[in-house]
């Protein structure tokens, strides 16, 4: 009979699967849920994630499809795509004898059909605190052990000698992390990062140079935190790993998917040609440009380059959209 689990993770992509590995490598029991069988047989017969080939599972990694044997971890990490991650929950919850004091999300994005964040749906879904684990973390390289740092944001309803523990425990030798309570600032900054790298690949694919793009990363940092402050969150928040340092990474990274999709439709693809190049992976910037523009309109804030983002989506041109930035009106910074 197998031992009860550590943390149970909802989701079985990279990201989850890297923190997972991680994880179980640093000595917890973890368990691996996914809604697929195929999926499940696949990655329990080859300990290992077809995305994550140089990162063999711990012995103490297991992968089930059956939801009960994740509901018994005491923990829980929601690492499910972001737009279908609400839903998932709502089935889920069905399953679950009884929630656990708190649920963690690893996932970045704003819903479109509601324009919240993961922590306001999901805390209506199951009526317990929910806080996030986002930064600058590649899931290939946290995988591998790769030093990085992330940010756990937990609401102000967690007591802090819980949040310190939680800290603790989901910390390693390679993985730091930082505690947060601004879980709005933390959630924005993560989904905003993926517009922005959008822009940026794209500005890559023109080949406007490295002028152009430090200037388009830090003026899509003033984007982010006229949001992040118009909806409660801290300036902080945007200056530290959460903002920047994921920005920065998502920016200027290979790996980065939004980025390359950007770069992909800058040097002539079409939206549709871009999305097949990168093998059918979920593109999260094109998800949250539309409800990003939409939550910025409900409170009053300007987005510029969100905005050329998601005419670059509705098929305009590369060269039309860099054109519209410089040519607004001229400001002082």
Known sequence: MPSRPDIGIFGSGAWGTALGITWARAGADVILWSGFPEEVAQLSAGRCHPRLKDAPFPDSLRVTGEATEAFSAPLWISAMPTQATPDAWRRLRAEAPAPPELVIHVS?????????????????????????LSGPTFADEVARGVP???????????????????????????????????????????????????AAGL????????????????????????????????SSTVMGLAGMGDLLLTATGPQSRNRTFGELVGKGQSVEAARDALGGQIIEGMFTTQAALALAAEVGV???????????LNGESPKEAVQRLMTRELKSE
Do not use: F, W
């Open 302 to 312: 300007e987005l510029p380059i969100a905005n050329e983002v998601q005419r670059l």
């Open 203 to 234: 500005v890559d694919g023109l080949k406007l140079g490295y002028n152009a793009r430090a200037a388009l990363i830090t003026r899509g940092l003033a984007e982010m935190a006229r949001l992040v402050e118009a909806l409660g969150g801290q």
């Open 148 to 198: 990085s740092a992330i940010v756990l944001a937990l609401p102000p309803s967690v007591p802090d000698a819980r949040a310190q523990a939680l800290q603790v425990r989901l910390a390693s030798e390679r993985l730091r992390i930082y505690l947060s309570r601004d879980v709005v600032g933390t959630e924005l900054c993560g989904a905003l990062k993926n517009v922005l790298a959008i």
């Open 108 to 132: 970045k994005g704003i819903l479109q059909s509601t324009h919240q964040t993961l922590t306001q749906a999901l805390t209506g879904v199951l009526d317990v605190p929910v806080g996030a």
